[in-house]
């Protein structure tokens, strides 16, 4: 993990985490590791509520990087309630005629609340740039105002963190090929994605334009190596957990007093009854 510039250096495309060979974790050992850290995001869960803070995270990266993958295994096992995701559509015609930011505004976290966005507004410097759907003024106008809004928010309060997840070609290639062959994971590609796949030096420019320009100190991106995408979900959930301040409080005690009598079955009346 590195906050310098991605270089998508070639790595062994085999070092993908899936049985634990050739340097990748295995099943076993992740689900161990990622129940440990589980209980920390909990924890964080638990402070946010007590203290009412506020945190977004801006999961980015080429498709098939990880991205939805990680933001499920931060959000897994907190309350839907105050964890939220969000993964925006093609905007409206309506949209399209908005201030740029103004569709992502009314996703911003309220007390106590965690927003994960899986993509964010920085579509803009990313496939819209590199697919032709803006125009290079209009993504130069973006990494103008990007780190002018994001000011705006952490001077607000909100704790604002950002991560770029790095892949090389080889595996994005795997993991396209394994999604065409299955049947439900096909969703996940589009024929954008497919488009995409062809202008992979295109959007690693796009990539370095933006980091130059929106990485400052109030909102710095973090780049995580998601060759090995285990890996990388440790990788993640472990700096962030580290990069929030001291986050413990008391927890709720609940005592369960005895029932007071024997357990009772669910009767239904006819005609409803259980499948």
Same mark, same amino acid.
Not at 147 to 165: C, S
Not at 189 to 196: E, N, Y
């Given at each position: 993990m590195s906050k310098s510039k991605d270089k998508d250096s070639k790595k062994d495309s085999s070092k993908?985490?899936?049985?634990?060979?050739?340097?990748g974790i295995g099943k076993a050992e992740y689900l161990e590791k990622l129940s440990a850290l589980e209980l920390e995001l909990n924890a964080v869960a638990r402070w946010l509520q007590h203290t009412g803070k506020r945190l977004m995270v801006l999961v980015e990266g080429r498709d098939t990087a990880g991205k939805g993958g990680v933001i499920s295994a931060i959000a897994g096992s907190l309350n839907p309630r105050t964890t939220r995701s969000v993964a925006l559509p093609k905007p409206t015609e309506r949209e399209s005629t908005q201030w740029y930011f103004q569709r992502y505004v009314q996703h911003l976290p309220a007390a106590g609340e965690i927003v994960l966005f899986d993509r964010s507004w920085y579509n803009r410097a990313g496939v819209e740039r590199v697919m032709g759907y803006c125009t290079e003024a209009e993504t130069a106008a973006f990494l103008k105002a990007a /780190?002018?809004?994001?000011?705006?928010?952490?001077?607000?309060?909100?704790? +604002?963190?950002?991560? %770029? +997840?790095t892949v090389d070609q080889a595996l994005q290639e795997e993991r396209i090929a394994e999604r065409l062959a299955d049947p439900l994971k096909r969703w996940k +590609?589009? /024929?954008?994605?497919?488009?995409?796949r062809q202008r992979y030096a295109d959007y690693g420019s796009a990539r370095d334009r933006m980091l130059k320009a929106t990485h400052t100190a109030a909102? /710095? %991106?973090? +780049?995580?190596d998601f060759n090995d995408q285990r890996r990388g979900r440790l990788a993640l959930i472990r700096h962030l957990l580290d990069a929030i301040p001291e986050h413990k409080v008391p927890e709720q005690q609940i005592e369960v007093p005895p029932l007071g009598h024997d357990p009772q079955v669910e009767r239904l009346k006819a005609p409803f009854k259980p499948i």
């Open positions: 993908n985490g899936k049985n634990g060979k050739n340097g /780190p002018v809004f994001e000011q705006m928010l952490v001077d607000d309060g909100i704790m +604002l963190f950002k991560y %770029w +997840l +590609l589009s /024929p954008i994605d497919l488009q995409a909102a /710095p %991106w973090v +780049l995580v």
